[in-house]
């Protein structure tokens, strides 16, 4: 199985301040067919389902704001939540959709500092 | 607009069978495009892929390996719905269960959730 590994936690940054998220794959997850890397990114708010932010490592899935954007590859991933807003408090999780099974990272904690 | 509903009962006894459904709007459990699956969630197992099944001119199940031996995923084409059934539970196996369509792996749209507690 591909072990996802997230960090930190969690953060806590002012409004307006930029939010950075790493995630890291225990393999490689480019999908070597269309050269892009199997990463996604979702966001959890509390009592909710998980929401697609990100994938494809940087396609921001349709109605995300622009503040959001993913980079990387190979094993290594980044989400950047540019301008903090308030609504972006939640919980983030990344997940590599290279291989069955899916995996998940631990998910990351964004707070308003 | 796809939307995937839930139903099913929120506590099952232990040793019993675990059974959810999830009814399909706005897209078919029939497509050849994407793939339906069962995610659950737990503050000890974080965000955990149980299953899918999923339609290429025939039927397919994939389960992951630690549920495989108690996991079924079905598929009802003339209702429209998935369900997920989990035998021999144990109170690991409480959890917020979700089902979700999948797009290339990602999940694009996903159910409301259901909280499954195991006990007595």
């Known amino acids: 199985d591909i072990v996802m590994t997230q960090s930190p936690d969690s953060l806590a940054v002012s409004l307006g301040e930029r939010a950075t998220i790493n995630c890291k794959s225990s393999?490689?997850?480019?999908?070597?067919?269309?050269?892009?890397?199997?990463l996604a990114w979702y966001q959890q708010k509390p009592g909710q389902p998980p929401k697609l932010l990100i994938y494809?490592?940087?396609t921001r899935e349709s109605g995300v704001p622009d503040r959001f954007s993913g980079s990387g590859s190979g094993t290594e991933f980044t989400l950047t939540i540019s301008s903090l807003q308030a609504e972006d408090v939640a919980v983030y999780y990344c997940q590599q959709h290279y291989s069955i099974p899916l995996t998940f990272g631990g998910g990351t904690k964004v707070e308003i500092k | 607009q796809v939307q995937l509903k839930q139903s099913g009962p929120g506590l099952v006894k232990p040793s019993q069978t675990l059974s959810l459904t999830c009814a399909i709007s706005?897209?078919?459990?029939?497509?050849?495009?994407?793939?339906w699956n069962w995610i659950r969630q737990s503050p000890s197992r974080g965000l955990e892929w149980l299953g899918r099944t999923y339609y290429r001119s025939k039927w397919t199940n994939d389960y992951a390996v630690s549920v495989k031996s108690r996991i079924t995923i079905n598929s009802d084409t003339s209702k429209n719905q998935f369900s997920l059934q989990l035998t021999s539970v144990t109170p690991e196996d409480t959890a917020v269960y979700y089902c979700?369509?999948?797009?290339?792996?990602?999940?694009?749209?996903w159910g409301q959730g259901t909280l499954v507690t195991v006990s007595s």
């Open positions: 706005g897209d078919s459990v029939s497509s050849n495009s994407v793939t």
């Open positions: 494809w490592a940087s």
């Open positions: 979700s369509r999948s797009s290339v792996g990602r999940s694009d749209y």
């Open positions: 393999q490689t997850v480019l999908y070597s067919s269309n050269n892009k890397d199997c």
